[in-house]
């Protein structure tokens, strides 16, 4: 591997070492987030912060021949931050600034010795590891029953159209006898934070001018229905039909591979942009 310009041992050992140290420093904030996410299905999406951060490094690694490792207060000034954070979270139990403080104490070390430019130029890389905050609960609840309505109304509909037998009371349908709630077959916001994790991969791994991926964006909500509702049915019937262990199995995989279907979307979304002539690419095409 070619030697990056400006880039000593020295600055990645203490890159390392810092970022180390703040993450043994603030372990018990770790150790619960991670936590969380492998036994909360509803903060599964953390699981896919940190490997999305590094493809969105590797996508932009040519930068960092541009990116010389400067000192900087920044970094200081951002771990100070996050010890704030963390101790009045912790004095006021507000779980979202401990966890930020935590966020803020590791990348304050990264910056202490990257500089200000790195982050300017990685900024979408910086803004992918805010995907390791879980969501509190209040705004999981104002995104997640709004959206099982949706999905519970649309499913009922699917279902009729092609003849199955269900009657829905909220967000609870039965099916064959079998009481299924929304809420449990098919959580909103664990889809809701998934997708726009991959929605924000997709925009910033695809080059494509900013008010494309401001639109993308915007249009993933939409996209977060449709799969939703997607997983949804067959899971309904699965519980209906198959028994508990099969659909249970079915619910699980099932939430990962909506996922693909989603980022598929995502493609023929921005396929249909390009089809109706709209401006996409970030740099204008010579024609010759």
């Not at 991959?198 to 900013?210: D, E, G, H, K, W």
């Not at 899971?235 to 591979?257: I, K, P, Q, T």
């Not at 996922?259 to 979307?265: C, N, Q, R, S, Y």
């Amino acid at each position: 591997m070619t030697r990056l310009a400006g880039w000593r041992t020295i600055d990645w050992a203490l890159l390392a070492s810092l970022v180390l140290l703040a993450v043994i420093a603030t372990w018990a904030t770790w150790s619960e987030i991670f936590t969380g996410a492998i036994r909360n299905q509803e903060d599964s999406h953390i699981l896919m912060a940190i490997p999305i951060a590094g493809w969105l490094v590797w996508l932009r690694r040519g930068r960092l021949r541009m990116c010389r490792p400067t000192w900087s207060h920044a970094g200081p000034c951002l771990i100070l931050l996050g010890i704030i954070l963390e101790r009045v979270g912790l004095m006021q139990a507000i779980e979202l600034f401990r966890h930020a403080g935590a966020l803020f104490v590791v990348v304050g070390a990264a910056v202490t010795i990257l500089g200000v430019k790195f982050v300017i130029q990685f900024l979408p890389v910086f803004a992918a590891l805010a995907f390791l905050m879980p969501v509190p609960g209040r705004i999981r609840q104002q995104i997640a029953i709004p959206l099982q309505n949706i999905s519970a109304q649309a499913s009922q509909f699917i279902l009729e159209m092609f003849s199955i037998g269900s009657t829905r009371s909220g967000n609870l349908l039965t099916i064959n006898g079998h009481d299924v709630a929304i809420a449990e077959a098919c959580n909103g916001m664990r889809m809701v934070a998934a997708l726009a994790l991959i929605a924000f991969a997709f925009v910033f791994s695809v080059p494509m001018r900013n008010h494309v991926r401001l639109l993308i964006l915007l249009v993933s909500p939409i996209i977060a229905v449709i799969v939703n509702t997607v997983r949804l049915v067959p899971v309904v019937v699965f519980y209906g039909y198959a028994d508990e262990g099969m659909a249970d199995l079915f619910h699980d995989l099932s939430g990962w591979a909506v996922l693909v279907l989603a980022l598929a979307m995502l493609w023929g979304f921005l396929s249909i942009l390009r089809w109706i002539e709209v401006r996409i690419d970030p740099f204008p095409v010579s024609r010759h």
